[in-house]
């Protein structure tokens, strides 16, 4: 059965209201999870658990955010920056996501704004419809 972006969309707006307290109106395909909406880092497990039950789906972890320990680990990230071991790692477990711009500077502070609404209704429409 294949579920309409809009209709995915619909169903995440939901689920993040109830995750992060927000209002609907809040909630748009631009909105980065924690410049926009506030969220932290302990917020995405809920965000990802409700993702899970709301549309049947197994998250692997670090699919689809990156793992604290990655942007911890010196391989990975060096001097507030990915590296491009980091970068190549991120790409390849995150393909929903665009880094284009990120890669210009990635600096690991602004990690954050990579994960819009948008980017979530992307990964949960390629995990249905795949």
Excluded at 55 to 74: G, H, T, V, W
Excluded at 90 to 112: L, Q
């Amino acid at each position: 059965m294949t579920i309409s972006r809009d209709e995915i969309f619909a169903k995440v707006r939901e689920n993040l209201v109830d995750a992060l307290g927000v209002d609907s109106d809040e909630v748009t395909g631009q909105s980065t999870l924690m410049g926009d909406l506030d969220a932290e880092s302990i917020d995405f497990l809920d965000i990802v658990f409700r993702l899970e039950k709301e549309f049947n789906l197994k998250i692997p972890r670090e699919e689809l955010f990156p793992a604290e320990d990655m942007l911890n680990n010196s391989k990975y990230v060096e001097n507030g920056k990915l590296t491009p071991t980091g970068l190549e790692q991120c790409k390849s477990s995150m393909p929903h996501i665009d880094f284009s711009e990120f890669e210009k500077d990635p600096d690991v502070n602004k990690m954050g704004d990579l994960f819009t609404v948008d980017v979530i209704v992307k990964y949960v429409e390629g995990k249905i419809n795949a």
